[in-house]
């Protein structure tokens, strides 16, 4: 099943993030990676240096873009300026499906540039999903909406955050980037099963996974992008390659961002279970 409509029948493997840090040392080197996923807000511009080492990295890599601020759970509507950029980047990248997360993070046009939990009610969700289809129209490309890690709940929910997502991407027939790191995090700091989550996900919608690390504290974790995957985040993606095969596979590390090599050799280690005949290393994880 690693090849679905939602990720436009591609097999991309293992990636990383295109990081600022690492882009003389991948000009340079030229690395062999499968893929990068970049920021698409970070290329919203007309010219300038962004755009010149994207075009430099377009030459030699696959790009997919993944997006921060299309804000689906916003009440308002989805800024036609905003498409327009997006789909102009999609024309220069090529990217076979693109995604953003299932959130909300703007109000009459004040954005908080945060990525805030949503209230799980089915008149949310339509509204959601309404503006997914919009802009899948509108950017014909496939759309994959991600699960955000979660430190607040609302009362008037009236079903379980995998409920939702379930209802939402159902609605708008859109894909699934499940970041099983954001599932981890948000179950410990809300009190559910992560493996309930993992279990309850149409595992024919998901196009991309995300995997990435996160930090301990007295009272919660917090989902920081800078450490190596823990081995909870590993058991948890284990049993979502076994549910939805091989499958996309991108790691987020967004702060105190170490080598390249060190990036890329905490990625390949999604190998052990995407290819496990192809390792000898041990997939003892559990949680």
Partial sequence: MPANRFNAFTDYGVGIGLRVPHYRHILEKKPVVDWFEIISENYMVDAGRPLSVLDSILEQYRVVQHGVSMYFGSAEPLSREHLRRIKALVRRTKTPWLSDHLCWGSVDGT??????????????????????????????VPIAVENVSSYAEFHVSEMTEWEFLNEVVEQADCGILLDVNNIYVSSQNHGFDPRTYVESIPAHRVAQIHIAGHSKFEK????????PVLDPVWSLYARAIERCGPTATLLEWDDHIPSFDEVHTEALKANRYLNPQSTQEPLAVTA
Avoid: C, G, N, S
């Fill in 111 to 140: 954005y908080t540039h945060d990525l805030l939990p949503m209230p799980y009610t089915f008149e949310a969700a339509r509204v959601t999903a309404e503006k997914i289809r919009q802009a899948q129209d509108f950017l014909e």
């Fill in 220 to 227: 919660y974790i917090l989902d920081t992008h800078d450490h």
